[in-house]
């Protein structure tokens, strides 16, 4: 009888090992700097400064990947008189359907040409058939 209760001990204890340690290896995705995701919704935030006539344009890849929800530029808070602080440009995408693209957001003053952008960023983006951001890979 005892051992028949030790054997179910030990089963138990080797169950909840295995939940415990079963969450420990679940894989994080690693994102770039500056980007944020939460299930179908992707944000990426770059610095920007508008008053030297510099910023950010965006080129989605693939259509229907993902969808451009809100773009918006949010300055930074400062004291009254200061002229010429920058801030943060926001871009929010949602997860539409399965597949691969790519964003591409280059930082250049828009009455000069494209190529003379001073930033380049690209963004890799797969989405899952939910419709779940899987993976978000930064190259320049």
């Not at 801030?87 to 591409?104: A, P």
């Not at 989405?127 to 951001?133: D, H, L, N």
């Amino acid at each position: 009888m005892k051992i028949s209760q030790l054997v179910k001990t030990l089963l138990l204890i080797s169950i909840f090992s295995l939940l415990i340690f079963s969450g420990c290896t679940a894989k994080k995705m690693v994102l770039p700097s500056g980007s944020e995701v939460e299930g179908d919704k992707l944000t990426i935030t770059l610095d920007e400064n508008p008053t030297t006539g510099y910023v950010w344009t965006l080129k989605i890849g693939t259509d229907n990947i993902v969808m451009l929800e809100s773009d918006e530029y949010v300055p930074v808070q400062t004291s009254a008189n200061v002229v010429g602080s920058g801030g943060k440009h926001v871009w929010s995408f949602k997860g539409v359907s399965k597949g691969e693209t790519i964003l591409t957001f280059k930082y250049y003053r828009p009455w000069e040409k494209e190529d003379t952008a001073i930033e380049t960023r690209i963004f890799t983006i797969i989405v899952s058939e939910k419709g779940e951001i899987s993976s978000v890979v930064s190259g320049s």
